[in-house]
């Protein structure tokens, strides 16, 4: 299966020379536009095309991606929960305590081990791609990109903060605030991966809303507006109210949850190929659905 993507030119860029829309709304370098172009590759309405065509509205702009390296990550066979999928992107749930890329300490049966038999699957021939990630034992969506086109596109969207990620968590005490913006610092600890309020540290800015609170724990949903490491971890403990599970920024609670109650459940993004925007969902696990309701929580409408 070749790497393709056919885009329909919009009335915006109606009249625009092909060069132009390719380097101005699909982002390619002038030396990929101009030797796709002499191979064949970029063709319009399915005929041929030169830099210098002309784009009407409608149209269909058609490029062949080159052939990439084959995936030197190894296929293992992992049930996975498919949320969304297109040409461009797939996305997935992670699983609580599931790792997800291959490491020295674990090489396979991670997140990124299961796609690639996924893709070999289907025929696709390229390296999956991470657009983002999360810590071991945090749940939630993941988005991967296809190909280098979908992971440069996705990539810019984060830079300009029209990736959206919310999560949601459940955290120690009653909050007073039902919404806050914590805007603290973060550095890292010399001894080690615990990260720390630091005045030097980069810029770190996280955003909560409270959805339902008594008098032993508050639910609430976190929107990053930076994305440092343990982000949201630090900074709720930071005021007060540490994460139910979190055993590096608050305590280990067995008798709780045996992770730190934190979830990715909503991923919203503009489709670079597409008028639309993508909205992913990923509904709580059950280990946090039982501590909502051992806490007493009113749940969360998501």
Do not use: W
């Not at 674990?106 to 996924?118: K, Q, S, V």
């Not at 109210?241 to 459940?265: K, M, N, T, V, W």
Request: hydrophobic share 35%; net charge neutral; with cysteine.
């Amino acid at each position: 299966m070749n790497s393709f993507i056919n885009v329909k030119v919009d009335s915006k860029y109606d009249g625009y020379k092909l060069q132009v829309f390719m380097r101005e709304v699909l982002d390619f370098s002038s030396r990929f536009c101009t030797k796709s172009t002499r191979e064949g590759r970029v063709k319009i309405n399915n005929g041929k095309a030169t830099l210098y065509t002309k784009l009407f509205e409608g149209d269909t702009v058609s490029i062949d991606l080159p052939e990439e390296d084959k995936s030197i990550i190894e296929p293992d066979k992992i049930d996975l929960n498919i949320l969304y999928e297109d040409d461009l992107y797939i996305a997935v749930e992670k699983k609580p305590f599931m790792v997800v890329h291959p490491t020295l300490k674990c090489p396979r049966e991670t997140l990124l081990n299961g796609i690639a038999y996924y893709f070999n699957e289907k025929g696709i021939k390229t390296m999956p791609r991470l657009v983002s990630r999360l810590d071991r034992d945090t749940s939630g969506v993941i988005v991967i990109a296809k190909n280098s086109f979908a992971h440069m596109k996705l990539a810019k969207a984060m830079e300009n903060k029209s990736f959206k990620k919310e999560y949601i968590a459940i955290v120690h005490g009653a909050l007073i605030k039902s919404k806050e913006i914590i805007d603290k610092p973060i550095g890292k600890n010399e001894d080690g991966i615990k990260r720390i309020i630091d005045e030097n540290g980069k810029k770190s800015v996280t955003e909560y809303n409270l959805v339902s609170k008594n008098e032993k724990a508050s639910l609430v949903k976190l929107n990053l507006i930076t994305g440092r490491t343990h982000q949201i971890r630090l900074h709720m403990s930071s005021v007060g109210h540490p994460l139910y599970g979190d055993s590096l920024y608050g305590e280990e609670e067995p008798e709780f949850i045996d992770r730190q109650a934190l979830h990715a459940y909503y991923v919203n993004f503009p489709h670079p190929l597409e008028n639309r925007i993508v909205e992913i969902k990923c509904q709580i696990p059950n280990d946090m659905k039982n501590l909502i309701e051992k806490l007493e929580l009113e749940k969360a409408p998501l």
